[in-house]
């Protein structure tokens, strides 16, 4: 990857949506851990554009649920949360300037959030849970194959966790890390999936980005994994994302 967008953290941030009970964010922290994250992203030879905060959306910092980018286009998302749809307009701008941008589909049934697609090489997999259904998903499906029909589309069901990169991502293509408070509904039968200890189980929101593995928390197991997949491993500390569902991987999208 050799580019990420990113947004500042408003001062609305502790009105955002979050199921967790660990407390309001601390607003000056979260954006020293965000300047740590966006360091982090720039050590890796990325350049890391930070765009402007926006007050009248306070999860807008989670800025990987507005597209999915792929084959260097853009497709812009339909959150399943509606106090989260503006911030999508808002994203268009600054991705149209660099990259061809479609649309998941502005009116009709579905809804998709970028927190729920996950690439594994060639294979991708879309969390259906509670930001994405199957309409949403098979939109994606369509706008993506149209663009690159080699790609595999899997739909996995899943509950227990926000999106489904919250509790499973990819360390390589057939090789996954897992949170085991996520419930995936079906067989897995695409790899194998290291499972962390419930209480670290946050640190399986891996960021895999140019040869390192970046992820929250001080979650030893977390480091082994990244490290027995040939990864560089990058301990973060992003606790007070985490006060708001989100994690790493949230807070990017990479090209
Ligand atoms: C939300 O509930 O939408 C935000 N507070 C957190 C979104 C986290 N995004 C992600 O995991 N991709």
């Known amino acids: 990857m050799r580019h990420a967008l990113v947004r500042r953290v408003p ?22 851990q ?7 992203l720039g050590s890796l030879g990325i350049e890391v554009t ?17 597209a999915v980018i792929h084959g260097g286009v853009a497709i812009l998302t339909r959150p399943a949360a509606p106090e989260r749809r503006g911030e999508v307009e808002a994203a268009r701008p600054a991705l149209r300037s660099r990259m061809p941008v479609r649309d998941l589909g502005r009116s009709g049934p579905g809804f998709l959030e970028g927190g729920d697609v996950l690439f594994a090489g060639r294979e991708l997999f879309v969390g259906i849970g509670e930001r994405t259904d199957p309409a949403g998903a098979g939109r994606l499906r369509q706008r993506l194959l149209s663009g690159d029909p080699t790609l595999t589309v899997r739909y996995v069901p899943f509950r227990g966790r926000l999106h ?4 499973l991502t990819a360390l390589g293509p057939e090789l996954f890390v897992g949170d085991p408070g996520l419930t995936l509904e079906g067989p897995w039968e695409f790899g194998t ?5 419930a209480e670290e189980g946050h ?14 928390g001080s979650s030893r197991s977390a480091r082994t994994f990244v490290t ?12 007070e994302f985490r006060k708001m569902d989100g994690g790493l991987t949230c807070l990017s999208l990479l090209w």
């Open 11 to 32: 001062d609305s941030m502790a009105r955002g949506i979050t199921r967790q009970r660990l407390g309001p964010p601390d607003l000056a922290l979260a954006r020293r």
């Open 34 to 40: 965000h300047e740590a994250y966006a360091r982090a």
């Open 50 to 66: 930070v765009l402007d905060a926006l007050e009248e959306f306070p999860d807008s910092a989670f800025i990987e649920d507005v």
């Open 164 to 167: 489904l990169k919250t509790g």
């Open 193 to 197: 999936v290291r499972w962390l200890p």
């Open 203 to 216: 640190a399986a929101n891996v960021l895999v980005v140019n040869g390192a593995g970046l992820f929250d």
């Open 228 to 239: 027995d997949a040939g990864l560089r491993p990058i301990p973060l500390d992003l606790s």
